[in-house]
Nanobody, 121 residues
Framework: QVQLVESGGGLVQAGGSLRLSCAAS????????MAWFRQAPGKERELVAE????????TYVESVKGRFIISRDNAKNIVYLQMNSLKPEDTAAYFC??????????????WGQGTQVTVSS
């Protein structure tokens, strides 16, 4: 099992930027893929971005392509989500998740508690 703790959320104006961080402990961090999900009130949880074990492969939901960047530092056991050009529709609770496998597109089994991102217009 992996323990995940997110940080970096907050209130930002439209057009602004935030960087989310997720610190992991437990299993060997470099062995598995990581992802960021988000869930807005009244909506289903959405996969925002994924990154494979070494950062060589990433995927993004269409709505954030060109604005968000997922990255990881295996030496520090941290995964990041750099969010630029934020829009009010990006407002949600953001969750970090860890897979059992090293590749993107796999099932995510461990979850953080989430960090709130609110974008004002």
């Amino acid at each position: 099992q992996v323990q995940l703790v997110e940080s970096g959320g907050g209130l930002v104006q439209a057009g602004g930027s935030l960087r989310l961080s997720c610190a992991a402990s437990g299993r060997t961090f470099s062995g598995y893929a990581m992802a960021w999900f988000r869930q807005a009130p009244g909506k289903e949880r959405e996969l925002v971005a994924e990154i494979n074990w070494n950062g060589g492969s990433t995927t993004y939901v269409e709505s954030v392509k060109g604005r968000f960047i997922i990255s990881r530092d295996n030496a520090k056991n941290i995964v990041y989500l750099q969010m630029n050009s934020l829009k009010p529709e990006d407002t949600a609770a953001y969750f970090c998740a860890a897979s059992q496998n090293s590749w993107v597109g796999s099932r995510y089994v461990d979850w953080g508690q989430g960090t709130q991102v609110t974008v004002s217009s």
